[in-house]
Every structure is written in C-alpha cells, then in structure tokens.
C-alpha cells in the first residue's frame, strides 16, 4: 500500500512536471492572431432568409481562434454566435466579427431585399403564360416560348439568368413576348449572382426568333450559340412581340468562336414586332446582333459591352433611330471590338437579301476620350465602323467619337456598294479619332479613296478634333464603375444642329426628324429607366 501510494506520488510528481514542460512551452511559443476575413464582403439575402458568414482567422495555427459576431442594425440584420446571418427587414447594415485575441476584425455589407418568392422559369412554355412583378424569376437552361405561345412579362418585373445553367430565354418562330415596361418601372433580366460579384456572361441571353427573310440558304438556320431553335422564313410583316423598357445585364456567351450568345439577339425577327427602349449592359458578346429579318428599333443602349455595340449579319435590313453606346476603355474582346460591324453573310457573297439596315441619330463613345490614352486602352479596340463583307448598310445624323479608327471599309464588293451608294453615310461627325479612315492592307482602294468618298460635299460629313470640341466629354466612361454618363451634348454644341432627312432612305415615318445628329438633343430619354452600375443594384 505504501510503496502503491509512493508510486502515485511518483506519478503525480512527474504529471506535474511535464504539465510545467508543457505550459511554459506554450508560453514560450505563443501563435496570436494576425488577422481575420469573411467568405463574403457583401451578402444580399430576403427577409426572412438566413445565409452563413464563415470567418478565415489567420493564421491557421492560432491559438485562439474563437470570433464574435456584431451587426450594426439588428433591425435590419440579425447574427448568431455562429455566423448566421438572418434578414429583418429591407435595408442595407454592416456585420462585423471580431477575434477573441487580438480584436482584429473583418465586415461584410449586408443588403436585405424584400422576401422573393423566388419562382424558376424552365423548359418549353406552351399557350398563354403571364409572370407577376412580385414574384423573382429564376431562368433555369434555355427557355423556349414555343410556336403559338405568348409570354406576357408585366412593368417592374426582375427575371435573373441562372449561372450555372446558363439560363436563356428563347422566343421561338410563332412565339411571342410581351414585355412592356414604363419610363418608372422597367423590366429587368439581370444575373443571378450577388452584388458585386457580377460579371460579363453570367447567362446566356434575350433570343427572339421570327419568321422574316434572312439570306441564307433555305432561307432558313439555326441560331448561334446553342439552343435548338431555328429562324428565317417569308414574312417580313411577323410579329415577335414587344420589349419596351427593358434591361439586360450581365448576359452573353461565348459557346465558341462565332457562335456566340449575344445580349440581346433578333434572328430573322420580322417589323411587326415592337423594340424600343432597351439597355443591353456587360453584355460578354455583341450588346445587340442582328441575324436578317428587318424589325425596326429605337431608343437602344449598348452599355459597357465586350465586343461590338450593334453588330448586323444575313440580310438585316431594318430601320434603327436613336442608339447609343457606352464603352469601358479597359475592356474590349479577343475578335476585335467595334461600334458597328456589318457583313452580308460569314463569306461576304452576293446572297439575297443583302445586309441592309438604315440607322439614324446613332452616337457611339469609344474608348479614347482623348487620343493621348491610346497606350493604355485594351489592344482589342478597334473600328467605330467596320464595315464588311459586301453589307450595304447606311448612317445618317450620327455622331462616331473616341475610336482607334473611325471608319474602316474592308472588302471590294464593300466598297463598290459604297461608291453605288447603296452603303451610304451622310450628314455624320467622326470626332477624336486616332485615324479617321482605314482600309485593310492589300484592298483594291485606299483610305485616301475612303476619305474622299467620306468628305464629298453631297455627304455633309464633318470630322471634330475632339471630345471637348464636340462638347461630349462627359459621355466617355473614364475610370470606374461608379461613372455616370453625361449622354446630352452640353450647350453649343455643333452636334445640337446639322441633322438632314431628305436622304431617300429615311423618309419613312419610321423616323421622327431632329435637328441635331446623334442620339440626343437636348431631351434626356434615358431618365428613370436606365441604370448605369447594375453591379450594385440589389434585385
Ligand atoms: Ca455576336
Ligand atoms: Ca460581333
Ligand atoms: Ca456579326
Ligand atoms: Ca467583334
């Protein structure tokens, strides 16, 4: 018994003297906490909806690693010791977590929206279906509103692109939409992905589909970029709906090179249909392509895309008044981004209808809002104008500013078209352009040709040194995304006059006659509808 209890002694002795080893170890080798963060630094969710906050404190190996969790407005947001996140109520709040040691601490901004009822749009959707503007829709995949059917989209409502889908909505030949929103309350197709976390792609697209001419062969295709449904057809008069006040943001996407999902496409769409104010914004593609048909559109913007702002393909030979577009001098595409860019078909052929669409008071902001900045705009920029592949497009009362070149006629079956003055550009500012006109190396014609054809008397073409000259300085998006467009030329400006609609081509009434050239005058028609920093709007 004693020599049992000595032994314990022993023991406790040498417990006792390891837990000093240990201890004063410990103390000697003390990891502290250098700092934390969130896995988000801002978080949208509904009232009602909970989402976890997870901390990261560094370093890994901390001693202490335990956190406490603080908001600013528990009315707004509430949190739990874990990280849990619950929307109160509508607004924004800020929630901090602190580290026990050390009192580092990291934030996150919080957004509560009101509770979605969040509802998926998905598949093929058959006879009449009409959303609600208090639901959210989630697209899922390509969305088809088949032949026959009619999709009825009221003022205020938010469809959102589903990422990892792809999400598209597709109106197909005989389908329709209707989607009127007002000048107050647009209808907006946007991303599905978190404030500040948006970005070019992040769904697939607006398509309609009609059953106008195109030029291609059979006189009917297949659609870029993915989905089944095809277009072209021999009524020129077919009605693919409305889309009025209406934003698209964050779509386009690259399925492979040239057969893209653009922002927002019309595949043979026919001038029955009914597209005036839009706003395609970071579009990953073209902002707006047109494939054939011959709808007519007004009020257009191409907002911060990658690639071209209006791009025209296979026998496109509608009537378009009052577009803008708006670019981000830092990004432009692989292709080569230019305002417009205008073939007949891919081969450039005499295939019938020719490209042939008519545009009016059109004011497309390049990347140079001076040419001094050429160095450090993207490589990619390239034509206000590249017109191609035998198109006969025409421009009048427009005002082209900021490009590397302004126009570029590439091609000689482009160019005949130009001299016959099929193609025509008339009563048009090139304005701060590093080069005004350009022709690609080897043409059977020179730029100076260009020029020449450019500046006739009979075309009442002008060139402007630059921006500031023009008084349009405002419009180009110099730094980031906060930027807010000045889109009115300011007083005195030569664009305000100069304006000319005699031209046989845009006499019909289609086109509301203005004094000035460009997209405005001194009516601002983007107010209330437009949003120029989607990236952190919170739907
Ligand atoms: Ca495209
Ligand atoms: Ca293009
Ligand atoms: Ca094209
Ligand atoms: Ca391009």
Redesign the pocket.
């Known amino acids: 018994m004693k020599t049992f209890s000595k032994k314990i002694n022993l023991a406790l002795v040498m417990f006792a003297i390891v837990s000093m080893v240990v201890t004063s170890c410990k103390k000697d080798e003390n990891v502290s906490v250098t700092g934390v963060t969130l896995n988000h630094s801002t978080l949208t969710l509904a009232v009602g909806e909970t989402a976890l906050l997870t901390a990261d404190v560094q370093p890994s190996d901390a001693d202490t690693k335990s956190v406490t969790w603080n908001t600013d407005d528990i009315t707004i947001a509430a949190v739990d010791n874990d990280g849990t996140v619950l929307g109160v109520q509508i607004g924004t709040t800020t929630i901090t977590v602190t580290t026990t040691d050390g009192a580092k601490t990291a934030s996150c901004e919080i957004t509560v929206i009101q509770a979605g009822n969040q509802k998926s749009l998905q598949g093929e959707i058959f006879g009449n279906r009409t959303l609600s503007a208090d639901s959210v829709y989630l697209l899922k995949g390509f969305v088809y509103v088949t032949n026959g059917a009619v999709l009825t989209i009221p003022a205020g409502t938010v469809i959102k692109g589903e990422k990892s889908t792809m999400g598209s909505l597709i109106i197909e030949k005989g389908g329709k939409i209707d989607a009127q929103g007002t000048s107050t309350n647009p209808i907006v197709f946007t991303s599905n992905q978190e404030v500040g976390a948006r970005t070019y792609g992040d769904w697939g697209g607006l398509i309609l589909c009609g059953k106008a001419i195109i030029n291609q062969t059979g006189g009917d295709a297949q659609v870029e970029g993915g989905p089944r449904s095809h277009y072209g057809g021999t009524d020129n008069a077919d009605n693919s709906g409305t889309l009025k006040y209406v934003r698209i943001e964050f779509a386009g996407y690259p399925f492979q090179p040239d057969k893209e999902i653009n922002g927002l496409s019309f595949f043979g769409v026919g001038s029955g249909t009914t597209i005036d104010y839009i706003q395609v914004s970071y579009a990953a593609d073209?902002s707006y392509e047109w494939f054939g048909g011959n709808v007519n559109c007004k009020h257009l913007i191409a907002f911060r895309g990658l690639?071209?702002e209006f791009?025209t393909d296979n026998g496109y030979s509608g009537n378009l008044q009052f577009l803008i577009g708006l670019r981000d001098y830092r990004k432009a595409?692989v292709?080569?981004?230019?305002g417009f860019?205008s073939d007949n078909d891919a081969a450039g052929d005499g295939n019938t209808p020719i490209t042939s669409p008519v545009f009016s008071n059109i004011t497309l902001i390049g990347p140079l809002d001076t040419t001094s900045k050429s160095g450090s705009i993207s490589s990619d920029y390239k034509r206000a104008m590249h017109l191609r592949r035998n198109t006969k497009l025409s421009v009048f009362n427009s005002v082209f500013a900021g490009w590397p070149v302004g126009l570029y006629l590439d091609g000689s079956n482009t160019w005949a078209n130009a001299q016959a003055g099929e193609l025509q550009i008339k009563n048009t500012a090139l304005v701060g352009m590093i080069s005004n006109y350009g022709v690609p190396s080897g043409s059977s014609f020179t730029s100076t040709d260009v020029t020449n054809w450019f500046t006739d008397a009979s075309r009442n073409n002008s060139t402007i040194i630059g921006p500031l000259g023009a008084k349009i300085k405002g419009a180009f998006l110099t730094s980031t995304e906060a930027t807010v467009p000045i889109v009115l030329p300011l007083a005195g400006s030569p664009l305000l006059s100069g304006a000319d609609f005699t031209d046989s081509k845009i006499t019909s009434s289609f086109f509301t006659p203005t004094t000035y050239i460009g997209a405005f005058g001194t009516e601002d028609w983007t107010a209330g509808w437009v949003n120029w920093n989607p990236q952190q709007t919170a739907y």
């Not at 292709?335 to 230019?338: A, E, K, M, V, W």
């Open positions: 073209d690639d071209d791009d595409d292709s080569g981004s230019n860019e």
